[in-house]
C-alpha cells in the first residue's frame, strides 16, 4: 500500500484518480479548499483533507503531506485573474514541492500540459499566457528539487471516455492533442508503478496504443 496525497483533489483527473488508487488498495488523501466538496472526495474512497493552498504556508503544506510516499499536484486556478493563476498554479505549487522535501516525501507526479515550457510561445495578450508562464516555472522547479518528480503533458482535455489508448510524445500534433481525462488518469496510475518514469517529462495525447505498451516503447521498459 501506497501513501498518495492529491492536492486539487475535487477536480475531474484527481477524482478519477483516487477511485483508481484506492481500488488498487493505496491510501489516498484528497486535498481540497472547500468544506462542501468532501462528501464528493470521500465518495472516490478517498481521505478527504481542507487545505486552502493559495494561501498556504509551507509550513502549513508541511504538515498536510507528512506520512505520505507520495504527492500529486493536479490542481489549478482554472482560468480568472492572472493574480490568482500565478498564486496557485506557481507559486503555490513550488511551495508544495518544498514542503513535499520537508515532509520526506520521495515521489512528485505533476500534471502539467502538452508544450509547457519557457518557449510555449503564448503570447502576453492571451489569456492563457498567466498559465502558460505559470506552470513553465512550477515545472522548472520541480526538475531542480531532489524529489523523484514526473511531469504529465496531456493535451488538450475532454470528459470523453478513456479506453486506456494512448501516443506518447507525439511528433505531429496538427490533427489534435485531445485527451480523455480519464485517460490521463490511468497514465497517472501506471506511472507511479514505473520507477523508469522518474526524472521524465511525458506527453501524450488519445492514441491507439494500449498505455502500458506506448509508456515501454517511449521510455523503455
Same mark, same amino acid.
Given at each position: 500500500?501506497?501513501?498518495?496525497?492529491?492536492?486539487?483533489?475535487?477536480?475531474?483527473?484527481?477524482?478519477?484518480?483516487?477511485?483508481?488508487?484506492?481500488?488498487?488498495?493505496?491510501?489516498?488523501?484528497?486535498?481540497?479548499? &472547500? @468544506?462542501?466538496?468532501?462528501?464528493?472526495?470521500? *465518495? +472516490?474512497?478517498?481521505?478527504?483533507?481542507? /487545505?486552502?493552498?493559495?494561501?498556504? %504556508?509551507?509550513?502549513?503544506?508541511?504538515?498536510?503531506?507528512?506520512?505520505?510516499?507520495?504527492?500529486?499536484?493536479?490542481?489549478?486556478?482554472?482560468?480568472?485573474?492572472?493574480?490568482?493563476?500565478?498564486?496557485?498554479?506557481?507559486?503555490?505549487?513550488?511551495?508544495?514541492?518544498?514542503?513535499?522535501?520537508?515532509?520526506?516525501?520521495?515521489?512528485?507526479?505533476?500534471?502539467?500540459?502538452?508544450?509547457?515550457?519557457?518557449?510555449?510561445?503564448?503570447?502576453?495578450?492571451?489569456?492563457?499566457?498567466?498559465?502558460?508562464?505559470? &506552470? @513553465?516555472?512550477?515545472?522548472?522547479?520541480?526538475? *531542480? +528539487?531532489?524529489?523523484?518528480?514526473?511531469? /504529465?503533458?496531456?493535451?488538450?482535455? %475532454?470528459?470523453?471516455?478513456?479506453?486506456?489508448?494512448?501516443?506518447?510524445?507525439?511528433?505531429?500534433?496538427?490533427?489534435?492533442?485531445?485527451?480523455?481525462?480519464?485517460?490521463?488518469?490511468?497514465?497517472?496510475?501506471?506511472?507511479?508503478?514505473?520507477?523508469?518514469?522518474?526524472?521524465?517529462?511525458?506527453?501524450?495525447?488519445?492514441?491507439?496504443?494500449?498505455?502500458?505498451?506506448?509508456?515501454?516503447?517511449?521510455?523503455?521498459?
Amino acid at each position: 500500500m501506497t501513501r498518495i496525497a492529491i492536492i486539487g483533489g475535487h477536480g475531474k483527473v484527481a477524482m478519477e484518480l483516487s477511485r483508481l488508487l484506492t481500488a488498487d488498495g493505496h491510501e489516498v488523501t484528497s486535498v481540497i479548499r &472547500k @468544506a462542501e466538496q468532501q462528501d464528493d472526495v470521500a *465518495g +472516490t474512497g478517498a481521505t478527504p483533507a481542507l /487545505l486552502d493552498i493559495e494561501h498556504a %504556508t509551507t509550513a502549513e503544506m508541511t504538515g498536510a503531506l507528512r506520512g505520505h510516499d507520495v504527492v500529486v499536484f493536479s490542481a489549478g486556478a482554472g482560468g480568472g485573474s492572472p493574480e490568482r493563476t500565478y498564486a496557485v498554479d506557481r507559486d503555490a505549487a513550488i511551495r508544495s514541492m518544498d514542503a513535499a522535501v520537508d515532509a520526506g516525501v520521495k515521489r512528485y507526479l505533476m500534471v502539467s500540459y502538452m508544450g509547457a515550457g519557457e518557449d510555449h510561445g503564448v503570447p502576453e495578450d492571451n489569456s492563457f499566457f498567466a498559465y502558460a508562464e505559470s &506552470k @513553465a516555472a512550477a515545472d522548472s522547479y520541480l526538475r *531542480g +528539487t531532489k524529489l523523484g518528480w514526473t511531469i /504529465l503533458g496531456p493535451g488538450s482535455l %475532454t470528459d470523453g471516455p478513456g479506453n486506456g489508448r494512448i501516443e506518447v510524445n507525439p511528433a505531429d500534433t496538427s490533427d489534435g492533442n485531445s485527451t480523455a481525462r480519464n485517460n490521463v488518469a490511468l497514465v497517472a496510475v501506471a506511472v507511479l508503478a514505473r520507477p523508469s518514469t522518474v526524472g521524465r517529462t511525458i506527453e501524450f495525447r488519445d492514441g491507439d496504443m494500449p498505455l502500458g505498451e506506448a509508456l515501454g516503447g517511449a521510455l523503455g521498459g
